[in-house]
């Protein structure tokens, strides 16, 4: 809808001094935000011409923190690292790397790391082995590979994705130790009208 010019004389209720050199100005801004709205309707209609779905979320890239606590915990209480998207949605996993920052002493035990649905739902990375991982006695980063089963994959409806380990709980060697991080990007896709 586009923007109508006018020729301001008065603001409220009183006589404006230069007018006609406010008016010029005005009417220079409503130029350009009717060019503008132009501008955004003929994208608009390109999208439209190239049948794009509303259906897909745009791509969302996001790091998650995992703490000394998250660590320790996993095996037992995977740590959620993206959330149930709602009824109708799932979650299209595009890449997830790990980041463990060493700090002091390695942990112990633990288990291969990877990524997974919500509720013991399967695996949907490649595993990265405890020694590449939190129990590492340094620095690590690891790019978590895509599973996909020969048939393709199953995506569960408004379920989230967390990160767990397979065999046994990760122990804490005492204070000064690492935490992580999941850079991950993903899209919420809408498969339920």
Known sequence: ??????????????????????????????????????????????????????????????????????????????????????????IQLMSAVLVYTYVGAAYTGGGDVTLRYDSGGAAITTTITAANSFAAAGDKVFSFGLLNAAGGYTMPINTGITITNATGAFVDPGPAVGTGKVVLSYRILKVIE
């Open 1 to 90: 809808m586009s923007i109508s010019k006018i020729n301001p004389k008065f603001f409220l209720g009183a006589m404006l001094p230069n007018a006609k050199l406010l008016s010029s100005k005005v009417d220079t801004i409503i130029d350009q935000v009717n060019a503008n709205e132009t501008a955004i309707a003929a994208v608009g209609a390109e999208l439209d011409a190239m049948n794009l779905s509303t259906n897909v979320g745009p791509l969302i890239s996001t790091e998650v923190v995992i703490t000394s606590a998250n660590i320790a915990a996993m095996y037992a209480a995977p740590v959620r690292i993206i959330n149930a998207p709602g009824d109708g949605y799932v």
